[in-house]
């Protein structure tokens, strides 16, 4: 990697720490190809993003961001999970080291708050920011659905009492 690719990962790291609200450490313990592409897939379909980057470097970019107390957790071969989303990370981490000795995670940020292994496991245990947005439109529409039942029953029981009355005189 020449000293112009160097910059660009850096400014592109730069970038991600800016716009991110989460980010995990993980530490690859030999995982294979097939099993860090499965991961970033993953995290590419909860709306993350799974990168390897050089230490080094990634102190670099740190430097300046909020997430820059980070950077004693980047020893060894890791790893970064980042999103927009303050759960989407942390949960596909946290699901994929359950299944997978070869990751484990470390630690991580979200803003200025740093996590250990248990803060990221329990972020990862909040329900997604999709999951929160269809429980509140439920109970918003809940009271409406509601009122409407409540004014449409007295018309659907005369008309059943009515119907059975008919029936029996039929």
Same mark, same amino acid.
């Given at each position: 990697?020449?000293?112009?690719?160097?910059?660009?990962?850096?400014?592109?790291?730069?970038?991600?720490?800016?716009?991110?609200?989460?980010?995990?450490?993980?530490?690859?313990?030999?995982?294979?190809?097939?099993?860090?592409?499965?991961?970033?897939?993953?995290?590419?379909?909860?709306?993350?993003?799974?990168?390897?980057?050089?230490?080094?470097?990634? *102190?670099?970019? =740190?430097? %300046? $961001?909020?997430? @820059?107390? #980070?950077?004693?957790?980047? &020893?060894?071969?890791?790893?970064? +999970?980042?999103?927009?989303?303050?759960?989407?990370?942390?949960?596909?981490?946290?699901?994929?080291?359950?299944?997978?000795?070869?990751?484990?995670?470390?630690?991580?940020?979200?803003?200025?708050?740093?996590?250990?292994?248990?803060?990221?496991?329990?972020?990862?245990?909040?329900?997604? *920011?999709?999951? =929160?947005? %269809? $429980?509140?439109? @439920?109970? #918003?529409?809940?009271?409406? &659905?509601?009122?409407?039942?409540? +004014?449409?029953?007295?018309?659907?029981?005369?008309?059943?009492?009515?119907?059975?009355?008919?029936?029996?005189?039929?």
């Amino acid at each position: 990697m020449d000293r112009s690719q160097k910059a660009d990962l850096v400014a592109e790291l730069k970038s991600v720490f800016s716009e991110t609200s989460v980010v995990v450490i993980t530490r690859n313990l030999g995982m294979t190809v097939a099993q860090s592409t499965d991961l970033r897939l993953k995290m590419r379909d909860a709306g993350a993003q799974f990168k390897v980057a050089k230490n080094r470097l990634a *102190l670099i970019a =740190l430097e %300046g $961001t909020k997430y @820059g107390p #980070i950077g004693d957790m980047l &020893t060894g071969p890791t790893a970064l +999970a980042t999103s927009v989303d303050p759960v989407a990370a942390a949960k596909v981490a946290v699901d994929f080291a359950k299944t997978n000795d070869r990751l484990e995670i470390v630690g991580g940020a979200m803003g200025d708050k740093l996590l250990d292994v248990n803060g990221v496991k329990a972020l990862a245990a909040l329900p997604s *920011l999709d999951q =929160l947005r %269809g $429980t509140l439109v @439920g109970l #918003i529409q809940a009271p409406a &659905t509601k009122l409407a039942r409540i +004014a449409i029953e007295p018309a659907s029981l005369l008309a059943r009492v009515t119907g059975a009355y008919a029936a029996k005189a039929a």
